[in-house]
Nanobody, 125 residues
Framework: QVQLVESGGGLVQAGGSLRVSCAASGRTFSRYTMAWFRQAPGKEREFVAALSWNDYTTYYADSVKGRFTISRDSAKITVYLQMNSLKPEDTAVYYC??????????????????WGQGTQVTVSS
């Protein structure tokens, strides 16, 4: 079965950088969209970034554009989220997701059939 395992979360000071990883297994992801979402305490899970595995098209939420970069390593079947210039408001549990829906819906949680368990990112001020 499909498994998504996140790692790399932690505590970082504001202005710092962190990279979280998502190791995927269980199927071929060449036709999938891979995404990162995040959920802060008391808030809804929100879209952060998405990547089309096949053609490497990417898309970012306005709140992270220019600071975060989503990428993939096909050989390792791993997706990364490089986070720079971190702010306290970036504090959340970060989730990896995989889905085969149309690219036009990649911001929607309902477009993703598979989710990881999440990794905590805490940014101190």
């Amino acid at each position: 079965q499909v498994q998504l395992v996140e790692s790399g979360g932690g505590l970082v000071q504001a202005g710092g950088s962190l990279r979280v990883s998502c190791a995927a297994s269980g199927r071929t992801f060449s036709r999938y969209t891979m995404a990162w979402f995040r959920q802060a305490p008391g808030k809804e899970r929100e879209f952060v970034a998405a990547l089309s595995w096949n053609d490497y098209t990417t898309y970012y939420a306005d709140s992270v554009k220019g600071r975060f970069t989503i990428s993939r390593d096909s050989a390792k079947i791993t997706v990364y989220l490089q986070m720079n210039s971190l702010k306290p408001e970036d504090t959340a549990v970060y989730y990896c997701a995989a889905g085969s829906g149309p690219w036009a819906t990649m911001r929607l949680k309902s477009s993703y059939a598979y989710w990881g368990q999440g990794t905590q990112v805490t940014v101190s001020s």
